[in-house]
């Protein structure tokens, strides 16, 4: 699953050799730890989130069975 999500992602970064995508369980939840160029932000995000919204539904989707929660966070510090 991080493979896709981190094609998906190099896919839409002007800087793809930027982007790193990590996978953490946390029990009930999903945690995907998306990293990329400040300036790649708002290209993955999209215009009022539409394409971060298209990119967890998709790891919802494929990941039904499962029954967790996906959670994306893009460039944030996940020791908190």
């Known amino acids: 699953m991080v493979d896709l999500v981190e094609k998906f992602i190099k896919q839409l970064a002007k800087y793809p050799d930027a982007v790193e995508v990590r996978y ?42 499962n029954k967790k929660n996906y959670v994306l966070k893009i460039n944030e510090d996940d020791r908190k």
């Open 24 to 65: 953490e369980d946390k029990g009930s939840n999903g945690l995907f730890y998306i990293k990329v160029d400040p300036q790649d932000v708002g290209r993955i995000i999209g215009h009022q989130g539409k394409t971060i919204q298209a990119l967890d539904t998709l790891v919802t989707a494929i990941n039904e069975y």
